[in-house]
């Protein structure tokens, strides 16, 4: 059984690894759902100015249960205030809020 407080908690020491908070530097948050290997996969996103963006990958959570992924990403998303990227949700929905998750196709840089 997945527990998204543990989840939380890897999810953020990789985070705090990597949001190094540079000037002239934007940081995303990509969260990828794959349906084939029945996971979420968190990459942080960092684009120094007038630079080639890298992304480095943070952790997988293996479920697609959007309840777990909602509780995860709203305690990431209280703490960081990062922009987020979703990829691969077209069509979902959260289960509180009924807002779609990904209103549009992600075209990856």
Not at 49 to 68: A, C, G
Request: charged share 20%.
């Amino acid at each position: 059984m997945i527990k998204p407080e543990q989840e939380v908690k890897i999810l953020q020491q990789h985070i705090d690894q990597t949001f190094q908070r540079r000037p002239n530097t934007i940081y995303r948050l990509w969260i990828v759902r794959d349906r084939f290997d029945q996971s979420v996969n968190f990459f942080m996103l960092i684009q120094p100015k007038f630079r080639r963006p890298h992304s480095i990958p943070l952790h997988m959570v293996l479920t697609l249960d959007l309840d777990i992924i909602e509780t995860i990403i709203a305690q990431i998303r209280h703490q960081y205030h990062l922009t987020m990227i979703f990829v691969g949700f077209e069509g979902l929905r959260w289960p509180t809020s009924q807002q779609l998750i990904q209103s549009h196709t992600v075209v990856k840089p």
